[in-house]
């Protein structure tokens, strides 16, 4: 069965420091990842896709196969970052499946 | 403007009552589903449907019912059989074809049963 899952409910960094949002998965195939993200008060709303290989608002995430993670990075952690964040998968034929999330809180 | 709308965004239901819960998209979307929003807990999936007329349940039914009577609607029905119904659900459609797998969300519908 497909799983993901990520350790760390609450993250908390300092503004300018760097972050890392850990996601790990479980699923024998090729899975495509995403990373979804919920602002204070604003929809669910994709921030990237594995498939995709861009930075969106300075975040990156590798899809590792051999490790079966896909962790949400970025350099130099902002304010406006602070948010619940959630990786998701999904299979070929199958719908998606969520993590808990983690919330990232970015102090000044 | 496209997108998915929710209604309504608050919702109090005393214990034994049903209550359904509107979901409305105009991005022409083939796929429809629901989600309960839990802390601690993601998003699970109630029901899905890829197409009119035709749904499934997902991994937490028991309690729930949807229909699918037309693409752009997918309501969902909140029964007294549901346990613990108190929740933020979660209304998203998906594009269908080959590279287009992303979810699109609603606002979302708090439910608190009294």
């Known amino acids: 069965a497909q799983r993901v899952t990520q350790p760390e409910k609450l993250l908390s960094v300092f503004k300018g420091a760097p972050v890392e949002l850990k996601c790990n998965y479980s699923?024998?195939?090729?899975?495509?990842l995403f990373w979804y993200v919920q602002y204070s008060r604003q929809r669910l709303q994709l921030l990237l896709r594995?498939?995709s290989r861009e930075s969106i608002k300075g975040f990156t995430a590798d899809l590792n196969k051999g490790e079966t993670s896909f962790h949400l990075k970025k350099p130099f952690a902002q304010e406006e970052d602070s948010a619940m964040y959630y990786c998701?998968?999904?299979?070929?034929?199958?719908?998606?499946?969520f993590g808990p999330g983690t919330r990232l809180s970015v102090l000044p | 403007d496209g997108g998915i709308t929710q209604s309504p965004k608050y919702l109090f239901r005393k214990e034994g009552q049903n209550v359904t819960l509107s979901c409305e998209q105009n991005l022409n979307h083939d796929a429809m589903y629901w989600y309960r929003q839990d802390p601690g807990q993601g998003l699970r999936l109630i029901y899905y449907?890829?197409?009119?007329?035709?749904?499934q349940k997902g991994d937490i039914a028991e309690g729930y019912s949807v229909s699918r009577e037309k693409k752009e609607s997918f309501p969902l029905t909140v029964t007294s059989a549901q346990k613990n119904p108190t929740a933020f659900y979660l209304c998203?459609?998906?594009?269908?074809?080959?590279?287009?797998?992303?979810?699109?969300f609603g606002a979302g519908s708090r439910l608190t049963v009294l």
């Open positions: 998203a459609s998906q594009e269908g074809g080959a590279g287009a797998n992303v979810l699109t």
């Open positions: 594995h498939i």
């Open positions: 449907s890829q197409i009119v007329n035709d749904f």
């Open positions: 998701a998968l999904s299979a070929y034929g199958q719908n998606f499946v």
């Open positions: 699923y024998s195939g090729s899975p495509e």
